[in-house]
């Protein structure tokens, strides 16, 4: 049973930093595309960074320079370093998985499997 576990949200000024980190379950991440979304309450769902087996990434256009995703395959694990942080990224983050399929794609409904995701706050 694949299961993926959020940790790593919190609280912090403008301009800190912050990583999050998704823990796989049930198969090894290092073989499937793996991406993170976030969601404000109230808006649709917006994906923010994205990474396949190969190693591509790709990043939506207000995270880049500034967000990086990568993955620790002896941890099994996905992370997301989040530096400058500023309020409008503030927002609920959620780690998913494509499971069978390659490919950097940053539409959630590209995804099959999803964490219970982790806050992240951002105050000015």
């Known amino acids: 049973q694949v299961r993926l576990v959020e940790s790593g949200g919190g609280s912090v000024q403008a301009g800190g930093s912050l990583r999050l980190s998704c823990a796989a379950y049930?198969?090894?991440?290092?073989?499937?595309?793996m991406g993170w979304f976030r969601q404000v309450s109230g808006k649709e769902r917006e994906g923010v960074a994205a990474?396949?087996?190969?190693?591509?990434?790709n990043y939506t256009d207000s995270v880049k320079g500034r967000f990086t995703i990568y993955r620790d395959g002896a941890k099994n694990t996905l992370y997301l370093q989040m530096h400058s942080l500023n309020v409008e990224d503030t927002a609920m983050y959620y780690c998913a998985a494509r499971v069978g399929r390659g490919g950097t794609d940053l539409r959630d409904l590209e995804y099959d499997y999803w964490g219970q995701g982790t806050q992240v706050t951002v105050s000015s």
């Open positions: 990474r396949d087996s190969t190693g591509t990434t």
């Open positions: 049930g198969y090894r991440a290092s073989t499937y595309s």
